[in-house]
């Protein structure tokens, strides 16, 4: 079966760091995605990973754990703007689709 | 280039009426996909189009009907909808698998209602 588990919810403060993290279990593994999706907007990609290890970005960093089927997306500095819902999403190694997980919406206050 | 267009951005249709959906890309993409978003949900996989050929049908009802007619547009026609089907339609687009990390773009969606 596929399962993608992220928190549903996080608050944070402005100027602050936060880690929202996503476990799976999936059948097949060939990449894991975040996204960033501000409410009635479209997703944006964020990150990806498919080899363990840190890939920062600005902002943004995403690690992954292939072995623990673990990743988390920090996000550093926070901003009013980065409030949003953050998808992890693990493409499924036999056909490329993107399996999505519940999101974590996270709320950034003054 | 680096973005999806869809049309129309709203769209309130009746149960027996007839309408389509429209998506574009310009990026040499040769994957197109359509997804439904739930409100607070994430994106469902309806359909994927690899190289102009239907490749994945996530078991959608046939009242939806996608359709490739080139490799830079994506339609998905409606027929006979439910109010239930009352969704954000999410357009995205890829490289296509074997060609490098093909993170998908999205598309704004078209916010649709059936009454």
């Known amino acids: 079966g596929q399962n993608i588990d992220q928190p549903t919810e996080m608050t944070a403060t402005e100027g602050a760091i936060v880690q929202i993290n996503c476990t799976y279990q999936t059948s097949g593994f060939n990449g894991l995605f975040w996204y960033q999706q501000h409410a009635g907007e479209a997703p944006t990609f964020l990150s990806y990973?498919?080899?363990?290890g840190l890939e920062e970005k600005g902002r943004f960093s995403s690690f992954l754990s292939r072995s623990k089927g673990y990743s988390y997306l920090l996000l550093k500095e926070l901003q009013m703007k980065d409030s949003a819902s953050y998808l992890c999403a693990v493409r499924d190694e036999g056909t490329d689709k993107l399996i999505f997980g519940t999101g974590t919406r996270l709320q950034v206050f003054p | 280039d680096t973005e999806v267009t869809q049309t129309p951005k709203h769209l309130v249709m009746g149960m027996t009426n007839k309408k389509s959906l429209k998506c574009e890309q310009h990026?040499?993409?040769?994957?197109m996909y359509w997804y439904k978003q739930k409100a607070k949900k994430p994106p469902e996989l309806m359909f994927v189009?690899?190289?102009?050929?239907?490749?994945i049908n996530e078991s959608v009802p046939s009242r939806f009907s996608p359709e490739c007619p080139n490799s830079s547009l994506l339609n998905l026609h409606l027929h006979a909808l439910q109010p239930e089907d009352s969704a954000l339609y999410l357009c995205?687009?890829?490289?296509?698998?074997?060609?490098?990390?093909?993170?998908?773009?999205f598309g704004p969606g078209t916010r649709l209602t059936v009454t």
């Open positions: 990973n498919v080899l363990d």
């Open positions: 189009y690899s190289y102009e050929k239907l490749s």
């Open positions: 990026m040499g993409h040769r994957a």
């Open positions: 995205a687009s890829s490289q296509a698998p074997g060609e490098g990390a093909y993170e998908q773009y």
